[in-house]
């Protein structure tokens, strides 16, 4: 089992794409700094998704200029199309990710065309990608379930992504966008999509809908997969799928890490800031269990 796992901090998008606050620019990149100062050091940033249909997101532009001009920083950017792609290769983006439906009708209400097209367009944008040495990842969503079409099956998973990877992404992100997996599903899937992923590496993306997105992170560190998405606060989720909520919660995921004994680089107490600091941006309690129960040993240190 490894012991190092790397959590893409991803709640700037996801976490606020979903929220009924929209926070300044300033706000944003106050957010996105404490993560940094919290030890994430591989953020999903924006999106560059329309800003008619997620106004959350409008500033993506704004947001990037004005990040802190860090070498050590990933700045991930969300491109659902060809027109988001033009609009992150204009910006200092690290690496661009791309969404793919395994369900069809979930493509076409995220992203406005069935999961051929969107394929298609991944194709060009990972071949761009290689020739400017840009990252292009891909993210095969509603890989355990559809908000429309139900169940999904293992296989249209693994058909998609064995064309993400023969078009050359850097790397194979599953989602479970509503948040309907199980930690044997979990397992199930990620075995399924290894057998046609070869050498590109895999990344979980889960939410915490249904209170099973924590024991899916750990089912996934058991199966291998080393690298986890996860949003401060537990915010977020999609606007494009009825009754989502937020991924599982980096406080959450740090603190079961940090009890485990694996490494990652986060700080927990930092981390918890930003949490505070974001409840107090949108106005509500946020999702993850930490910020109410606290850390443990209490004082943050063993034997304290
Ligand atoms: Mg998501």
């Given amino acids: ?33 404490h993560l940094i100062d919290a030890g994430l050091t ?22 990037m200029a004005g990040l802190p001009d860090r070498g050590d920083i990933d700045y991930i950017g969300l491109v659902m199309n060809e027109r988001g792609w033009h609009r992150a290769t204009a910006t ?3 690496e661009v990710n791309m969404p793919i439906g395994a369900s069809d009708t979930f493509n076409r209400k995220n992203q406005g065309v069935g999961s051929d097209e969107s394929l298609s367009v991944l194709a060009d944008i990972a071949t761009e990608g290689a020739a400017r040495g840009l990252p292009v990842s891909a993210t095969i969503s509603t890989a355990w379930g559809c908000p429309f079409e139900g169940e999904v099956p ?13 078009l050359g992404v850097t790397e194979i992100a599953l989602a479970d966008t509503i948040g309907v997996a199980d930690p044997w599903a979990t397992v199930e899937r990620i075995q399924a999509v290894r057998s046609v992923s070869g050498h590109i590496p895999l990344r979980v993306h889960f939410h915490d809908t ?25 915010v977020g989720g999609c606007p494009f799928a009825p009754a989502a909520t937020g991924n599982i919660a980096t406080d959450d995921l740090v603190y079961m890490l940090d009890r485990a004994g694996f490494t990652h680089g986060v700080d927990l ?12 941006e949108l106005g509500k309690t946020v999702p993850a269990m930490l910020p109410k129960a606290g850390a443990f040993p209490p004082n943050g240190s063993d034997g304290a």
């Fill in 1 to 33: 089992m490894p012991d190092t796992i790397q959590i893409v901090e991803v709640g700037p998008r996801d976490g606020l794409q979903n929220e009924d606050v929209i926070l300044s620019t300033d706000a944003k990149l106050s957010m996105i700094t």
């Fill in 42 to 63: 591989r953020i999903e940033t924006v999106s560059f998704a329309h800003p008619d249909r997620v106004p959350q997101m409008a500033d993506a532009e704004a947001v």
């Fill in 92 to 94: 200092r983006v690290n």
């Fill in 154 to 166: 293992v296989a249209r998973v693994v058909e998609i992504a064995e064309r993400a990877a023969s």
């Fill in 210 to 234: 249904r209170s099973t997105g924590i024991a899916n992170a750990y089912a996934a560190i058991q199966n291998g997969v080393t690298v986890i998405d996860a949003s401060v606060g537990g």
């Fill in 269 to 280: 107490a930092r981390l918890m800031k930003v949490s505070a600091e974001l409840e107090g």
